[in-house]
């Protein structure tokens, strides 16, 4: 798989102590992976809303609090061995970022990559459409995760056209479990194929089924792309620009880039680029209950059904549950937005813990080795849920070591 980067260059670790933010919810081109596996106070119910949702404004915060890791009930000497961890295993990481409560306690950043470097997210971008369906679904522009796929699109009928077609629904494009036929891995990507194909959404209900809508999952780049193809088609507008005014606008995100294929659909599969703190806006949003600065952008029964097993995909030799285009993995307490080469966004609810890693990693799943041991250094930082004493030898120990990283060779 090629990868396009941006360059720049830089590192950062904030470390201070602010007052306390209750307030704070929350490779390229047209290329999608094919290397990894890969409060408003009312809330409503998913589907059944009158009042608008992610249209107001939810302020746009740019600046974040930060805070010494020991204030925020953290552990600096383990955050500590995390980066000594880091630093050993010489991995293409560009950036990790470690959030409680809102506050930033690490924030570090490899050449050449700076806290304003976009970065591309790669199946990252799934999760973003995912929150947008849900966002139409309470807006009134889509009936529900029960409406038919091929009622978006007339027009690709076909008078032999597999009968299990017809029963494709939004549910099983949000769990990847449409049954098209759609080798994602190996030599026989489909996705060289469709990268060809002058019509994408055309490509891609031309596929065989494979199986039953709902039976089995299957990693599919095709079911994503299909669910912004439908967010074009309800709304009007491209998911690109939906989504400047229901979600990104109102999280502060103003400095993204999100490609489109051919026939000027927004790519719902990958190709999203943007810094490491707004990836971390999604996380914190979710964290939250989809409440950002007090008001609500996506409802609650979406967030609580987003991040629930629907299914299970197969992946790296193991089968993970999946959601709504979130990983689960129940062992860690940790819902996951995964993108191919290292593109992380992890949200652990019972500790209050946002995590970003963006990356360019050569060998890749949802799970693997290296995010593992990050996930568990971080969850044994997690001391407790009040501060602890301050440890300013730790500290500065953490301190030196994100300094160091800086100065890594390319």
């Known amino acids: 798989m090629t990868r396009k980067t941006p360059?720049?260059?830089?590192?950062?670790?904030?470390?201070?102590?602010?007052?306390?933010?209750?307030?704070?919810?929350?490779?390229?081109?047209?290329?999608?992976?094919?290397?990894?596996?890969?409060?408003?106070?009312?809330?409503?119910?998913?589907?059944?809303?009158?009042t608008k949702i992610g249209s107001k404004k939810g302020g746009t915060q740019t600046h974040w609090p930060s805070s010494t890791p020991e204030k925020q009930g953290l552990d600096s000497a383990r955050l500590a061995k995390l980066l000594h961890y880091i630093e050993e295993q010489d991995q293409n990481i560009h950036s990790l970022l470690v959030i409680r409560d809102g506050h930033i306690v690490v924030e570090a950043y490899y050449p050449p990559y700076t806290q304003d470097t976009k970065h591309i997210l790669n199946s990252c971008t799934k999760?973003?459409?995912?929150?947008?369906?849900?966002?139409?679904?309470?807006?009134?522009?889509l009936r529900g995760t029960n409406s038919a796929l091929m009622d978006f699109f007339p027009e690709y009928r076909r008078a032999d056209q597999d009968p299990r077609k017809a029963r494709i629904t939004i549910e099983h494009l949000l769990t990847m479990s449409s049954g098209i036929d759609w080798p994602q891995f190996g030599p026989n990507n489909i996705l060289n194929e469709m990268h060809k194909s002058k019509d994408w959404v055309k490509f891609i209900l031309d596929r065989p089924m494979a199986a039953e809508p709902g039976v089995q999952g299957n990693y599919s780049n095709g079911d994503s792309h299909l669910l912004s193809a439908i967010i074009q088609k309800a709304t009007g507008e491209t998911a690109l620009d939906y989504g400047r005014k229901n979600l990104f606008e109102p999280l502060g995100i103003t400095d993204l880039r999100w490609d489109s294929d051919p026939q000027k659909i927004t790519i719902g599969s990958a190709t999203m680029y943007l810094t490491p703190r707004d990836m971390a806006k999604l996380g914190l949003l979710y964290l939250n209950d989809g409440v950002w600065n007090g008001t609500r952008l996506v409802p609650a029964d979406w967030v609580k059904a987003s991040l629930q097993s629907h299914i299970k995909i197969p992946s790296g030799g193991t089968v993970i549950d999946y959601g709504y285009f979130w990983w689960i993995h129940p062992h860690l307490g940790l819902?996951?937005?995964?993108?191919?080469?290292?593109?992380?966004?992890?949200?652990?609810?019972?500790?209050?813990?946002v995590t970003v890693m963006t990356s360019d990693l050569a060998t890749d799943n949802p799970v693997t080795t290296f995010s593992s041991e990050i996930y568990r250094h971080i969850i044994e930082a997690a001391k407790s849920q009040t501060p602890l004493p301050d440890n300013p030898e730790a500290l500065a120990e953490l301190r030196t070591l994100v300094t160091r990283a800086a100065q890594k060779q390319e």
């Not at 602010?18 to 596996?37: F, P, T």
């Open 7 to 50: 360059s720049t260059v830089a590192i950062l670790l904030l470390a201070s102590f602010l007052l306390a933010s209750s307030m704070l919810a929350a490779r390229a081109g047209a290329q999608i992976d094919s290397k990894s596996a890969e409060p408003g106070s009312k809330d409503t119910k998913v589907g059944s809303m009158s």
């Open 127 to 141: 999760s973003f459409v995912s929150a947008l369906i849900g966002i139409a679904i309470a807006n009134g522009q």
């Open 335 to 353: 819902f996951e937005a995964w993108g191919g080469a290292g593109q992380r966004i992890g949200i652990f609810p019972k500790l209050r813990i």
